[in-house]
């Protein structure tokens, strides 16, 4: 028995020694570069993506249909659960548009990773290649991306070889206590020559609606009376203002700022409004502002959201 137990032991040391190797003789790409790749891969394909988020102690998933053509074109269509069924997103790669039963209700700026985001993801954060590895039977670089700042998430993409694809993602917090995960359960490339371009189509008409309107940065302060700097501590740099109506015509200000990957929200209330959070894992800070009160809302550590609320 003890003679078997030693064969075991020493096949184990041979094998953690192959992976060792094989790690070792690896020729690393850089991890900016392949991300650059991922940012617009030169291919036509069609996926399925399973989404999972942990915001709430329940837990939420939804199973996505994507196209994507490599000019930015996109459309992607909810398959669950229920109440997102036949919710459609799709780009033109400038701007998309949110259809729900067949009508445009919002067009906005396209919110995807940018070659701007993504030199201020790098001033950020670190980020390395860990090695290669299969998924869906390719070829896949893992690329982990680690805040600079202690309590902000951290990120892992497994980015596909040869086209850039992100094939998995996830997201986690310092603890590795899990935010959000994705995976491509099934992946097929395209001719874009063969793909029907209704499938990309952009709505003739957007859906009469006031709940969302698009401000520039003075007129936010202007309109609203605060200061709405381009930065706050942490990396964290403005990226757009919309006032968007409320129920019983309240009105409220969102701010969004981006350090390159993670984002916090700005929303600004009457004071008398109490919103509803939940249950949920993501921090929530909470400051007067005179007859009304700011919230400052984000997957980082609370401790990092009361400093940034010491901004206003």
Wanted: charged share 25%; aromatic share 8%; with cysteine.
């Amino acid at each position: 028995m003890n003679e078997y137990r030693l064969k075991l032991f020493s096949l184990a040391i041979l094998m953690l020694s192959a992976t060792l190797f094989k790690a070792a003789s690896e020729t690393l790409p850089d991890p900016l570069n392949l991300l650059r790749k991922a940012l617009h891969p030169p291919v036509a394909y069609t996926c399925k993506i399973v989404v999972s988020s942990w915001g709430s102690p329940k837990g939420d998933t939804a199973l996505l249909r994507e196209w994507r053509l490599p000019d930015g074109r996109y459309r992607i269509e909810y398959l669950s659960p229920k109440n997102l069924r036949g919710t459609v997103l799709i780009s033109d790669g400038k701007k998309r548009w949110r259809i729900v039963k067949g009508k445009a209700m919002w067009g906005l700026e396209v919110d995807e990773l940018t070659p701007e985001r993504l030199d201020l993801l790098s001033k950020n954060y670190r980020l390395t290649v860990l090695g290669s590895t299969a998924v869906l039977g390719r070829k896949a670089w893992q690329v982990a991306i680690s805040p600079k700042v202690k309590g902000k998430p951290h990120h892992k993409f497994w980015l596909d070889a040869e086209h850039g694809i992100i094939l998995k993602g996830e997201i986690s917090d310092e603890r590795d206590v899990p935010i959000a995960f994705m995976s491509v359960t099934e992946l097929k490339f395209l001719n874009p020559k063969e793909v029907s371009h209704r499938l990309f189509a952009t709505p003739v008409k957007v859906a009469a609606t006031k709940s969302q309107k698009q401000l520039t940065k003075v007129q936010a302060q202007n309109e609203w009376s605060l200061n709405l700097p381009d930065s706050l501590p942490f990396g964290f740099l403005l990226e757009r203002v919309e006032e968007v109506e409320l129920p019983k015509n309240l009105r409220t200000l969102h701010a969004v700022y981006t350090d390159g990957l993670t984002k916090i929200s700005l929303f600004v209330l009457p004071s008398n409004l109490k919103p509803s959070l939940g249950a949920s894992r993501i921090s929530v800070v909470r400051k007067p502002l005179g007859k009304r009160v700011l919230l400052v809302v984000g997957s980082i550590d609370k401790s990092l959201l009361e400093r940034i609320a010491k901004s206003f």
